[in-house]
Nanobody
Framework: QVQLVESGGGLVQPGGSLRLSCAAS????????MGWYRQAPGKQRELVATITSGGRTNYADSVKGRFTISRDNVKNTVYLQMNSLKLEDTAVYYCNARKAFPFYDYWGQGTQVTVSS
């Protein structure tokens, strides 16, 4: 059984930092492209950051220079370091593991990030 379990969310003031973790079981993360997505109330889920199995990263323009995605294949975990948080970063953050051939697509249950003064 595949599980992606996010943790590290919480309440933080604007300008603060959080580090999200996504721990996988049932799959070997090194074989997957990993991503963080977020969904704010009343909005569609959007891409935040991705990291390929080879380590190439990609970021949404809104988080470039503030967020960093990384992976620890030994711990089978992916991270999202979020700095200089803004009110508009408030959302539920989801971890995604994806592989093209054969196709697999797994999601975590999400972790709430609230940026508020």
């Amino acid at each position: 059984q595949v599980q992606l379990v996010e943790s590290g969310g919480g309440l933080v003031q604007p300008g603060g930092s959080l580090r999200l973790s996504c721990a996988a079981s049932g799959i070997t993360l090194s074989r997957y492209d990993m991503g963080w997505y977020r969904q704010a109330p009343g909005k569609q889920r959007e891409l935040v950051a991705t990291i390929t199995s080879g380590g190439r990263t990609n970021y949404a323009d809104s988080v470039k220079g503030r967020f960093t995605i990384s992976r620890d294949n030994v711990k089978n975990t992916v991270y999202l370091q979020m700095n200089s948080l803004k009110l508009e970063d408030t959302a539920v953050y989801y971890c995604n593991a994806r592989k093209a051939f054969p196709f697999y697509d797994y999601w975590g249950q999400g972790t709430q990030v609230t940026v508020s003064s």
